[in-house]
């Protein structure tokens, strides 16, 4: 027999249970906690839920479910990241080693470039052999051009150099592909701290932002991370990678309340065209399983 998915239980546990029960909203709170939404907030959504439904008369569990969609709508938000034109745009992307950082950087220069923008690639994780042939490996599949220095020379340069094309070019969007080794978290920060301060003052002013990469797989780990890396540098949105079928999403729930970060793009797949903007009602719907 197929394991159910997430979604799949969630609206297995709605439709069959008694919707007024004591049981149906513990058990619901333990769906919550399970779909990587964290056991506070899954504890404080429920208890909001169920004095909302007892004090309407509530029993119908697709009103139910309606109710329970709308408290966590505002927990997710998007943000599109446009690319002000004619000015030198920079975009930071951080995450741990591991989440699919530099293919998202690929895929969004890509996405960026077939949109008609110049985009140049900043090998800047540059203690990874790894991470600056896979980006250039990318760059010359795609036709876009990947600033790159010697290996464990300073990232912060790169992104300089990188930055410096793009105004010479008479503007366009660098994307910075960052080293994320949180294992030596004070060395990264101060690392990310320097690339910070570099990228901030090389772009056009308001068109800097910083893009954190997680994995949908994670669930709370996503959110640690989320949280030391807003913390090092502030964090502006989010890409959220491997997500489908098997990924459970609750960590957007947990960080989008706890540290108000919005989601750009959503990753699917290792393919380019494997990138879509972020459409929140459509992530809590497939969250939900309506």
């Known amino acids: 027999m197929a394991k159910l998915s997430f979604s799949e239980k969630l609206k297995k546990l709605f439709t069959g249970a008694t919707s007024q029960s004591e049981e149906f909203f513990e058990d619901l709170t333990d769906a919550l906690i399970e779909g990587d939404v964290g056991a506070k907030n899954a504890v404080e959504i429920v208890d909001e839920l169920e004095k909302k439904c007892r004090s309407e008369k509530i029993t119908d569990s697709w009103e139910i479910t309606k109710i329970l ?17 004619n000015k030198t745009n920079v975009f930071m992307i951080l995450g741990v080693n591991g989440v699919g950082k530099t293919t ?5 220069a890509k996405l960026y470039s077939d949109a008609g923008e110049k985009v140049i690639m900043a090998a800047s994780d540059t203690f990874r052999a790894a991470a600056v042939d896979q980006i250039s490996m990318h760059g010359e599949k795609l036709g876009i051009r990947v600033v790159r220095h010697q290996m464990g020379s300073d990232p912060s340069a790169v992104v300089f150099d990188a930055a410096q094309a793009c105004d010479a070019n008479g503007g366009g969007l660098v994307l910075c592909d960052t080293a994320g080794r949180l294992h030596n978290k004070e060395n990264l920060v101060n690392e990310l701290k320097k690339i910070d301060r570099i990228a901030k003052s090389k772009a056009s002013e308001g068109c800097y932002k910083k893009i954190l990469v997680i994995d949908a797989t994670t669930g709370q780990n996503a959110v640690r991370q989320a949280e030391v890396f807003n913390e090092a540098v502030g964090v502006d949105a989010l890409v ?18 706890n540290l108000g970060i919005p989601v750009a793009f959503v990753c699917t797949g290792e393919k380019y065209p ?9 992530y809590v719907g497939e969250f939900l399983g309506l």
């Open 104 to 108: 998202s950087v690929a895929k969004m």
């Open 274 to 282: 494997d990138i879509q903007a972020f459409d929140s009602r459509k």
């Open 69 to 85: 969609e709308s408290m966590i709508l505002p927990y997710v938000k998007s943000i599109d990241l446009k690319i002000e034109k």
């Open 240 to 257: 959220l990678t491997k997500y489908d079928s098997t990924a459970k999403g609750g960590e957007l729930f947990t960080i989008g309340k």
